[in-house]
């Protein structure tokens, strides 16, 4: 036999033991069924226990995003839909040709009672199979909410999904200038919405009269909560803290909620800026004339006693309850038109002249809270054009509305003090810093 070089024979045992190595990985290879190429994961499969005489749980199959593409080879594309003004759902199937059935199918569960509310502008998406049966309806409420109504094996289900907005601290200053005498044009100018203007009138109406009071050279800043969903404003959240820079006073008002929930604003003393009456039962409009007891009166020519204020704003604006109270009358004169007085306790009267109709099922003997609508101006009676007479009575005597003390509300507690000023400290520094 011949003998080879040392070096050779360990060469071969080398290429042996690779062979060797090279067969056994492609046999477990096989057997695993991962294609050449691709990394292996090693993971641990815990078995989820089976109750006694129950089959395990089968499933057809373990990739559902595959299910779902395998599945939508055989829809039809869904149908995106824009809500557009006159629209309900019966025409909005019907244009699409959506099954009708299904629509009252989908309204009989209770969350889907919303699709009565549309709005223009609003989306719906419904997704359909080959033979036109609706296999889900998306119904895009507002940025933070969707109605998810999807095909049972008995009917459909609806599930009202809601994602939290993110919350972030925004402010904003204005100020009250020839170009924008009024707080709406000026909250305007501002960067303010409507909301977030209504919000600010209403912290202070008790203390100021937008109407009357406001002069060049006021000033205004504001600390609230800025949502957004994905990036995308989605509106506003709590008005945090405000001040208002007024005939050169300074009123300030803090949010704060106490420990069993009660929400309110207070000044940075603790008191409550909420008083028993407002000073302006009419948003937004402007005094066409004022309390004054030797006014001439524009239709009679001749001196008579202007007991009340007149707010000139446009037929239909709402009136506001000025105080919670009762209605003592609600009815109609040749000189007052329609009109309303209520009654708040034993010591103060509110009339309000001159409406073009009464809040439907407004009556003698309603309850009404304040800042409720009770009517809407108009000019009905002895009125020149349209506009609200207000007056204000104590122990039936008139009274300035504008001028007259108003009683307080109900102060934070003592016990609350310190967690209010803690709860409002950071606020109120970003406030005096503007």
Not at 190 to 206: P, T
Not at 295 to 307: A, G, L, Q, S, V
Request: net charge positive; aromatic share 6%; charged share 20%.
């Amino acid at each position: 036999m011949r003998e080879f070089p040392i070096t050779h024979l360990k060469l071969v045992a080398v290429l042996a033991v690779i062979v060797v190595m090279l067969w056994l990985l492609d046999l477990a290879t096989d057997s695993n069924n991962i294609p050449a190429g691709q990394s292996q994961r090693q993971s641990l499969s815990v078995p989820i226990p089976q109750a006694e005489n129950n089959p395990p749980a089968t499933t057809t199959s373990t990739n559902p995003e595959k299910n779902a593409i395998e599945s939508d080879q055989h829809m039809p594309p869904p149908v995106r839909i824009k809500i557009r003004s006159g629209d309900n759902l019966s025409s909005i199937f019907a244009r699409n040709k959506l099954s009708a059935g299904d629509l009252q199918r989908i309204l009989s569960t209770e969350p889907a009672k919303i699709l009565a509310e549309l709005t223009p502008g609003q989306l719906i998406e419904v997704q359909s199979d080959a033979s036109g049966a609706i296999k889900s309806l998306h119904y895009q409420i507002d940025p933070a909410r969707t109605l998810v109504a999807q095909r049972t094996q008995t009917g459909f289900s609806a599930t009202l999904v809601e994602e939290s907005p993110e919350i972030r601290l925004e402010s904003l200053r204005g100020t009250i200038t020839k170009k924008n005498p009024s707080l709406y044009h000026a909250g305007k100018a501002a960067g303010l919405s409507d909301s977030l203007i209504m919000e600010l009138a209403s912290l202070f109406q008790w203390d100021i009269s937008f109407a009357l009071d406001l002069r060049e050279g006021d000033r205004f800043s504001l600390i609230y909560e800025a949502l957004s969903i994905k990036g995308e404003d989605i509106g506003t959240g709590k008005l945090l803290g405000a001040k208002f820079i007024n005939l050169k006073e300074t009123h300030t008002a803090l949010f704060f909620q106490n420990q069993v929930g009660a929400e309110g604003y207070f000044d940075p003393s603790g008191q409550s800026l909420r008083k028993a009456f407002i000073r302006d039962p009419v948003h937004f409009s402007y005094v066409s004339s004022s309390f004054n007891l030797n006014r001439k009166h524009p239709i009679h020519n001749k001196t008579m006693p202007h007991r009340g204020i007149d707010y000139a704003a446009n037929r239909g604006t709402p009136v506001l309850a000025a105080g919670e109270g009762r209605v003592i009358k609600a009815e109609r004169n040749e000189a007052s038109g329609k009109f309303i007085v209520l009654q708040h306790g034993e010591q103060y009267v509110t009339k309000y002249l001159h409406l073009s109709k009464f809040r439907r099922g407004l009556k003698v003997g309603s309850r009404v809270e304040q800042g409720q609508i009770i009517g809407y101006v108009g000019a009905t009676g002895w009125a020149t054009g349209p506009h609200l007479h207000y007056e204000f009575l104590v122990h039936g005597v008139h009274r300035n509305p504008r001028t007259v003390r108003l009683p307080n509300a109900e102060p934070i507690p003592a016990g609350e003090l310190g967690a209010f000023q803690i709860a409002t400290q950071s606020i109120l520094a970003s406030l005096n810093a503007t």
